[in-house]
């Protein structure tokens, strides 16, 4: 167990739906990452956040959306939700902002658009 | 070789041997470089890293190999077990500050008992 906890596990909904991943960090990080894994394209950076603030952003599409939380945790909106975006998506955090700096994983959230 | 879709790199290996896992690193600039271990229905699991300023880091078992000349970085794992199963992904930091890791597509790794 990572320490890193994700919800749901599993999520089915319709296209043009809208949803939210929640993401709730290791007790004491600061980073939270969010990144899309699909089987096409493999692991994907999506976007960080610092201790409530964006600290970097990858290829995260304009539907997309975050936010971290006072409480540290975080959520990922995925909204006008196309056949596409079904993929894993995965919550990371760590310590500190830099990359060099260990982060542990969520389970991860499937979802599936139908 | 390059995978594509579902179809990753695959490395089947017997129980005890050796393994080696391989990547190529895209951007001559990155100077930190991670390998990630993802179990089958799990997150992505920090194995070790290696940063630009070595060639060598050695862990439990596992030892990253860093050739910046030409932008490889490989995996070895010593008597490999059957819990070793998973897929491997390189990772290399690219955005500046350290703040982002961009991720190789992965190398399955199957281990027969």
């Known amino acids: 167990d990572s320490g890193v906890t994700q919800t749901p596990k599993h999520l089915i909904t319709a296209t043009g739906q809208r949803v939210t991943l929640r993401c709730s960090p290791r007790s004491g990080d600061l980073s939270v990452y969010w990144y899309q894994q699909s089987l096409d394209q493999g692991l994907q950076f999506l976007i960080q956040y610092y201790n409530g603030e964006e600290r970097a952003k990858g290829n995260i599409l304009e539907r997309f959306s975050a936010q971290q939380f006072p409480d540290l945790h975080s959520e990922l909106n995925l909204s006008s939700l196309e056949l596409g975006d079904s993929a894993l998506y995965f919550c990371?955090?760590?310590?500190?902002?830099?990359?060099?700096?260990?982060?542990?994983f969520g389970q991860g959230t499937r979802l599936t658009v139908v | 070789g390059e995978s594509v879709g579902l179809h990753l790199p695959t490395l089947s290996v017997q129980e005890g041997d050796n393994s080696i896992i391989n990547c190529a690193y895209s951007n001559s600039a990155s100077d930190y470089f991670i390998w990630y271990k993802q179990e089958s229905g799990k997150g992505p699991q920090f194995i070790i890293d290696i940063r630009s300023n070595m060639d060598k880091r050695q862990g439990q078992r596992v030892t990253v190999l860093l050739n910046k000349t030409v932008k490889h970085l490989s995996l070895q794992i010593a008597a490999t077990q059957p819990g070793d199963s998973a897929v491997y992904f390189c990772a290399e930091n690219i955005g500046s500050g350290y703040s982002t890791l961009t991720f190789g597509k992965g190398t399955m790794l199957l281990v027969s008992p």
């Open positions: 990371a955090s760590s310590e500190l902002h830099r990359a060099d700096t260990e982060a542990f």
